[in-house]
């Protein structure tokens, strides 16, 4: 099936290509975003299904390692596995998935990820942004951040709760949605009932003290939708 996607959308310069490949699930509920594969290995063993490896530094001495690992938990686990930013790697190690933000969306070589049916997420921090997600055709879509966070240097303010609702009414059930951005366990109630497909988190998995009752704590939350 082939992308009939107009040549002159300004928002993501590279949009002519196949479709992107599917999730083999769902995305959701939970959805962490760690920066070493030892966190992969523990929450797919703890039956986390969906995970993000994002490592900042490009500079990371066993860069090339931690994503092949990473890659081949996932395999082994099942599990839907994405590699934030570093697409060139990904795509040549056969990465279930990839995440890419607003900067690297515009080099990547997205013919290249969707001919390797390999799935694509993308960021998105403003409604224009999200209108060029929408064009791309992901295999789903991160809307952040949601509330403040002090992992990731943010050149737009919080969208908040309400934000969050109208970038979902805008997608439109589409495709699987993902908000990211300070949210915690206190804030994942009100989160999830805005009816997004996914809750990523970081620092709740990265800094709990006793990873396997955070995880079944979330999973509380996540029973309720109203």
């Not at 989160?191 to 009752?213: H, I, M, Y």
Request: glycine share 8%.
């Amino acid at each position: 099936m082939v992308n009939t996607l107009t040549p002159d959308v300004k928002k993501a310069p590279n949009v002519t290509h196949s479709t992107f490949a599917r999730m083999d699930g769902p995305i959701g509920p939970l959805y962490p975003v760690v920066d070493d594969v030892a966190w992969i290995r523990r929450l797919l063993a703890a039956g986390v299904k969906t995970v993000q490896l994002r490592i900042k530094d490009p500079a990371h001495p066993a860069l090339r390692e931690q994503i092949e690992e990473a890659i081949h938990l996932g395999r082994t686990c099942r599990a839907q596995v994405f590699i934030n930013d570093y697409w060139q790697l990904a795509l040549d190690l056969g990465a279930y998935g990839i995440h890419l933000g607003q900067d690297d969306l515009k080099d990547a070589d997205l013919a290249a990820i969707a001919n390797a049916g390999i799935r694509l997420g993308v960021s998105t921090r403003t409604a224009e942004e999200l209108a060029g997600a929408l064009d791309i055709a992901p295999s789903y879509i991160a809307i952040g951040h949601i509330y403040p966070t002090p992992t990731k240097d943010m050149p737009t303010p919080p969208q908040g709760i309400d934000q969050l609702k109208k970038h979902l009414a805008t997608v439109g059930g589409r495709f699987p949605t993902v908000a990211i951005g300070g949210i915690d366990l206190k804030r994942a109630p009100d989160v999830w009932q805005t009816g997004v497909s996914a809750v990523a988190v970081v620092r709740a998995v990265t800094q709990s003290a006793d990873l396997n009752r955070t995880l079944e704590a979330f999973s509380d939350v996540f029973e309720v939708r109203r």
